[in-house]
């Protein structure tokens, strides 16, 4: 898999380069770019499979260059990187058809369970598979992110000791197993906040692995940023069945 780093910070950038070559796949090609101009003039050649950018850069920010590269068709996935917790921002970021959107300091785990989603739609010559039990794990997660899952459920299902699964989860993936397992969680329930606007919040947190409708607001908001209701407000989808408290419902 292909990487591109955006950002007009030089530290930042170094930071940034540390931070995917410890989240992402094995084998993954990561190219750096100091502004926008230079990074699309890369991807004429480099050819991104997913590009990571800032938003605030001098001459052309974050969106303007996801616009043009989209225009001239050099990359078409997208992951922005601001330091602003702000509804307008999330809001550009849907609009312009990103992947997702992280806050800095970036989440590693979020990031890991993003480059490796990505790397796994992509053709099967692109990320070579390195250990079945690694696949075996996480298709269990992504089947399974709606029941009771722990390291021992998941250790006996595939018949492997749970310090096993710790050490080769952290190998593969970067994070441990319960960041990854709350951000595989919060992905999907951003897709059924979306999809279903007639269920309460705290239905689709019981759907997606959340019994504990609080917890479920709490973990929501470390992901994202944003409280579940507020995620909905930003798509402009109304609050249904009584939500209230930043999309929990009360009792």
């Known amino acids: 898999m292909k990487v591109m780093i955006v950002d007009d910070e030089p530290a930042i950038l170094k930071g940034l380069l540390k931070v995917v070559k410890e989240s992402a796949p094995e084998y993954t090609e990561v190219t750096m770019a100091n502004n926008a101009f230079e990074a699309l003039e890369k991807m004429t050649d480099n050819r991104p499979h997913v590009t990571i950018t800032d938003l605030n850069m001098p001459e052309m920010d974050g969106f303007a260059l996801i616009a043009e590269a989209k225009r001239r068709e050099l990359c078409d ?96 993936t970067g994070t441990t197993f319960v960041q990854y397992l709350n951000t595989v969680r919060i992905r999907e329930a951003k897709k059924q906040l979306t999809e279903y606007p007639y269920l309460s919040v705290n239905v689709i947190g019981s759907r997606v692995g959340f019994e504990n409708r609080h917890y479920f607001n709490k973990v929501f908001k470390k992901y994202s940023g944003m409280t579940p209701g507020q995620y909905r407000s930003v798509l402009g989808i109304s609050s ?5 408290n930043g999309g929990i419902a009360r009792e």
Do not use: M, W
């Not at 075996?136 to 492997?160: P, V």
């Not at 249904?240 to 209230?244: H, I």
């Open 77 to 172: 996935r997208f992951i922005i990187l601001t330091g602003y917790d702000e509804f307008q921002y999330a809001l550009q970021a849907i609009r312009a058809g990103v992947i997702d959107y992280l806050l800095k300091p970036i989440d590693k785990a979020a990031l890991s369970v993003l480059l490796h989603r990505i790397a796994a739609e992509l053709p099967a010559a692109c990320l070579p598979v390195e250990c079945d039990h690694a696949d075996k794990i996480l298709g269990f997660i992504e089947s399974n992110y709606a029941q009771d899952l722990s390291l021992d459920r998941l250790a006996e299902h595939l018949n492997l000791h749970p310090n096993y699964i710790s050490s080769l989860f952290s190998k593969e």
């Open 240 to 244: 249904s069945n009584g939500d209230t």
